[in-house]
């Protein structure tokens, strides 16, 4: 693949990031932590506040996970995009720097996390973010500020002690604390390289040994060295839906038998979805919190039933608590399939059996989801999605600016980037 091409996907995976930033902001939970801190400094995308560079990246990192739309990566187990651009935005910011810098930067921040999670292997009990994602932080900003490879490595060692010890079942039981992890990987990121500079040193060879032997439980040295040439940024999922990945291949199950004939909410005796063991874990059937509800397959399949669709709205706390929903989830039974769990990481199997009162049964078997590397969304799907995530903040002016964060090389500084990114 020429680097051109990488970069010109790496252009639809930032405008993507941007959306999931720009929605994430209009959370109250995000808007109350950003007022907190609009101390002044560099803007916060989708906001009319400010702050300094460390907290903007941690907001921003918050505000991106928080309604579960950004991309994420399957070889390196994650999602190294946000992690990588919401510090790469503040530094950006604060240095007003070119579109060029910016996109170079976000490439470079991808990679170098992606390579760490793809070498490691992570502990069973700890979730992903911000845990190697601190890697991919530095790396991008260390890019911005014109670092050599040496005193990149520098700073990425230091950034290696400052990830994040995460719990994998936060989510699953109604923690929204996970969708801090990701902001303060990107705000530690950004403080390992002001670390470096001032002369701080990391553990030699500490990266393979806080993710090998304290996060991860081994760390392929080979692994990592040799995937030094290969594009983990073009192997990257793509979401329409505000959940979690393995929900959705259940999710599209339902969208494929809804196309061929309605589903009488009242007439579904049981669904019965077997898939791969890690998905099978998302079981929970009456959810805590909005973010359980975005973990929790029982309730995707249930709300995409009542409320006609998976976007940001079907997840919130009026849905959580919608008795419909809730009593259609309770009817939803989650298993896994050993054959499926067998074909991975090569497939992502998903089967959903639709079981209604007449006796009757209806079936779908799916391999992945749309957004999959090798099932990859129209630039149409990317921008409408864009389109629905951005226009509650900024109305109309939504075409321009997807144009600028698509293509940021074309800017000759970004902060005309956060100019468009400005509330009116």
């Not at 004939?261 to 805590?288: K, Q, R, Y």
């Amino acid at each position: 693949m020429t680097i051109p091409a990488v970069r010109a996907h790496a252009g639809l995976i930032l405008a993507d990031t941007i959306g999931a930033i720009i929605a994430g902001h209009a959370q109250p939970e995000v808007q109350a932590i950003a007022a907190r801190h609009a101390t002044g400094g560099v803007p916060l995308l989708g906001s009319r506040l400010a702050a300094p560079p460390p907290m903007a990246a941690f907001i921003t990192g918050l505000a991106g996970t928080a309604c579960e739309l950004d991309e994420g990566n399957y070889p390196a187990g994650g999602h190294p995009a946000i992690h990588a651009i919401a510090p790469a935005l503040a530094e950006a910011a604060a240095g007003d720097a070119t579109g060029e810098a910016l996109l170079t930067a976000v490439v470079a921040g991808y990679e170098a996390g992606a390579r760490v999670g793809h070498a490691m292997a992570l502990r069973p009990a700890a979730h992903p973010h911000g845990t190697w994602g601190v890697i991919g932080a530095a790396a991008a900003v260390a890019s911005l500020r014109g670092h050599d490879a040496a005193r990149t490595l520098g700073a990425l060692e230091v950034a290696a002690s400052l990830g994040l010890a995460t719990s994998a079942t936060a989510s699953l039981r109604g923690g929204s604390v996970r969708n801090a992890y990701a902001g303060a990987a990107a705000q530690n990121g950004l403080l390992a390289v002001d670390l470096a500079e001032a002369g701080i040193t990391g553990e030699p060879g500490g990266i393979a040994v806080v993710f090998g032997q304290v996060v991860g439980s081994a760390f392929d040295a080979a692994r990592y060295q040799a995937s030094a040439g290969r594009w983990f940024i073009l192997e990257s999922f793509l979401k329409q839906a505000s959940c979690c990945r393995e929900t959705q291949g259940a999710l599209e199950a339902i969208e494929l038998l809804l196309a061929e004939a309605p589903i009488d909410p009242a007439a579904i005796a049981g669904i019965e979805v077997a898939t791969f063991a890690s998905a099978a874990t998302l079981a929970e059937t009456a959810p805590a919190a909005p973010i359980a509800g975005r973990f929790s397959i029982p309730f995707t399949v249930a709300t995409r039933i009542i409320a006609g669709h998976a976007w940001i709205e079907a997840f919130g706390p009026a849905a959580i608590a919608d008795p419909a929903t809730r009593a259609l989830a309770a009817k939803v039974r989650v298993v896994e399939d050993p054959g499926y769990t067998a074909r991975q990481p090569a497939d992502r199997l998903c089967r959903l059996t639709l079981r209604l009162a007449d006796g009757s049964r209806r079936e779908r078997i799916v391999r992945g989801t749309p957004g999959d590397p090798d099932r990859p969304l129209p630039e149409t799907a990317m921008r409408e999605k864009f389109r629905r995530s951005v226009v509650p903040v900024l109305g109309e002016r939504w075409a321009g600016l997807w144009d600028m964060a698509r293509a940021p090389d074309r800017l000759a500084r970004t902060a005309a980037l956060f100019d468009a990114c400005r509330p009116g």
